[in-house]
């Protein structure tokens, strides 16, 4: 039996290889935007990361007349009023890099006692049709006063994970993915797999 695509609406490859991991054991094939030429012209929109997710998740869709799967994430720090929050990408300018960003982060962070964190991510699913599921998970930690480790990509080196006493960019990505915001979203996806399936088979 041909194993059902699954089209992740984003060009991140570290997003991708997290979710291929996450998505191992179930009976489909990853395709993400890489994999397609004809994907340009959005512009995300929204005030939350579900909005983001969704509105992303509608407008691949569409053109790809396929359903598609993307998500929005990002960190929000409670003395920064939860900034960056859907500005984590952009939080030092449109042409920052992950490392101006973290920097940027640092300097917002100097002299604030409460380091107190977390990384929040919604992941929508939609049909051509506008027709759309999500799915949504949260990870708290507190921020380092340092970047710590070489894993995973984004503001990783800057949060640190007390359960397991490390900064998720010291996590391997099985340990990461057991219990990052993306991991328990995707793991609530995972448990509707089954029901997930039929609706979208259904017109």
């Known amino acids: 039996m041909k194993k059902p695509i699954v089209i992740l609406g984003t060009y991140n490859k ?30 995300e929109q929204g005030d939350t990361f579900a909005e ?12 790809l007349n396929t359903p598609t799967l993307s998500d929005d994430s990002g960190l929000e ?29 640092l300097e917002e962070m100097s002299g604030k006692k409460d ?10 699913i939609a049909k051509p ?9 949260q990870c708290y930690g507190t921020i380092l006063r340092e970047p710590l480790g070489a894993n995973g990509f984004g503001y990783d080196p800057l949060f640190y994970y007390p359960p397991l006493k490390k ?6 990505p099985e340990e990461k ?13 995972i448990n509707d797999f089954n029901t997930i399936m039929a609706w979208i088979q259904k017109s």
Do not use: M
């Not at 983001?52 to 053109?63: D, G, L, Q, T």
């Open 14 to 43: 570290g997003k991708v290889q997290e979710f291929k991991l996450l998505f191992q054991k179930l009976p489909v094939k990853i395709k993400d935007l890489s994999d397609f030429t004809n994907i340009q012209g959005f512009e």
């Open 52 to 63: 983001i997710a969704a509105n992303k998740a509608k407008f691949i869709s569409r053109i």
């Open 77 to 105: 720090v409670k003395s920064l009023n939860w900034a960056p929050g859907i500005f984590s990408a952009r939080y030092a300018g449109e042409t920052a890099n992950q490392e101006q960003r973290n920097y940027k982060l």
């Open 115 to 124: 380091r107190t964190a977390r990384f929040s991510c919604s992941i929508a």
């Open 129 to 137: 049709s506008g027709e759309t599921l999500l799915y949504n998970g």
């Open 167 to 172: 900064s998720f960019a010291q996590l391997s």
């Open 177 to 189: 993915a057991a219990v990052s915001h993306r991991g328990k979203a995707i793991a609530k996806l």
